[in-house]
């Protein structure tokens, strides 16, 4: 496994919509493998493929959902191919964001509570996730860099956070 060098905004890779996975071989799971690395290493809780400079459809995610409340929290890792938002929920909530490849700032971003999500594993199979809370904020940060979408496109408003504020990057 290898760290990746995370790219940051305004790196034109980021603005580009990121090309479907169709080969799931050696090369893909070293991706995969040195996508999960780099974000536990960030230290963040999801990593898209084209912020390592892939520009594929690819996301990383590991996280517990009490994980602010309780250190112990079992985190969930989750790695997706071609992840699709089948179904959202008709209510939406605002939550603060961070992000890797825009590092020194915070916004504010209004998501679903609950999505449903389609894709495949790392090994190609077809998955369904149901997911709501933070897990399904963190995906569709996550799926919006896969479409060139950064969080400060979004955000109501952006600003540098004080030291003392603590966020999760995704």
Not at 11 to 39: N, S
Not at 49 to 59: D, K, T
Not at 88 to 117: F, H, M, W
Not at 133 to 156: K, S
Request: glycine residues 8%; proline residues 4%.
């Amino acid at each position: 496994m290898t760290l990746r060098k995370i790219i940051y905004m305004p790196d034109p890779v980021l603005r580009r919509k990121a090309h479907k996975v169709i080969d799931f071989g050696k090369e893909f799971q070293g991706l995969v493998d040195d996508m999960i690395e780099t974000m536990r290493q960030a230290p963040g809780v999801g990593l898209a493929a084209p912020q390592v400079n892939v520009s594929q459809r690819l996301i990383v995610i590991e996280y517990g959902e009490n994980e602010e409340e309780d250190e112990d929290v079992v985190k969930k890792l989750y790695v997706v191919a071609n992840p699709e938002i089948i179904h959202t929920s008709d209510t939406k909530v605002k939550g603060v964001e961070a992000c890797l490849s825009v590092p020194g700032l915070a916004g504010e971003v209004e998501r679903y509570t609950q999505i449903t999500v389609k894709g495949q594993n790392r090994r190609g199979q077809l998955l369904h996730l149901k997911l709501e809370g933070w897990t399904a904020r963190i995906f569709q940060h996550e799926i919006d860099h896969l479409n060139g979408i950064l969080f400060v496109d979004l955000a109501e408003r952006v600003w540098k956070p004080k030291e003392e504020e603590v966020l999760q990057a995704d």
